[in-house]
């Protein structure tokens, strides 16, 4: 997905990655496809915890809400997630798109159950 890792904040369990919107993403209509929107929703949801977890868990999706409120352009965005409340068998996340100029494009939700971390052993 052309993620790159900006910046934790421990204390908020906030993270901040920066995706680009390459063209094969982009549909007729000039923007990239609601689908795609939603993975990078859900990436740096899932990165806010497992960063808020020290890399020990990941999330498991039961639900995600996704609000489109702007059209997502090609070229660089800059995402934004958060753990907004850990249980030991729910998570609740929240994340957001904003464009360079900080504008708002899209906001999600997500309802997960925390998980071990999967081990990917190299080939």
């Given amino acids: 997905m052309g993620v790159q890792f900006v910046s934790f904040d421990r204390e908020r369990e906030e ?6 919107a390459p063209d094969s993403f982009i ?3 000039g923007s990239v496809q609601g689908g795609l929107v939603a993975g990078f929703l859900d990436e740096v949801m899932g990165w806010a915890h497992v960063w808020a977890t020290d ?3 990941a999330p498991l999706n039961l639900e995600i809400s ?5 059209p997502v352009l090609k070229g660089p965005i800059v995402g934004k997630g958060r753990v907004v409340r ?9 994340g957001e798109l ?3 100029a900080g504008n708002l494009l899209a906001r999600s939700t997500s309802t997960a159950i925390p998980t071990p971390r999967p081990v990917v ?3």
Avoid: A, N, W
Avoid at 15 to 20: A, C, D, E, P
Avoid at 66 to 70: E, Q
Avoid at 86 to 94: A, S
């Fill in 121 to 123: 052993e190299p080939r």
């Fill in 98 to 100: 904003f464009d360079e």
């Fill in 55 to 57: 890399q020990e868990e």
């Fill in 27 to 29: 549909t007729p209509r």
């Fill in 15 to 20: 993270i901040t990655l920066r995706f680009h």
């Fill in 86 to 94: 850990r249980g030991r068998k729910v998570i609740f996340l929240e």
């Fill in 66 to 70: 996704m609000s489109l409120l702007k």
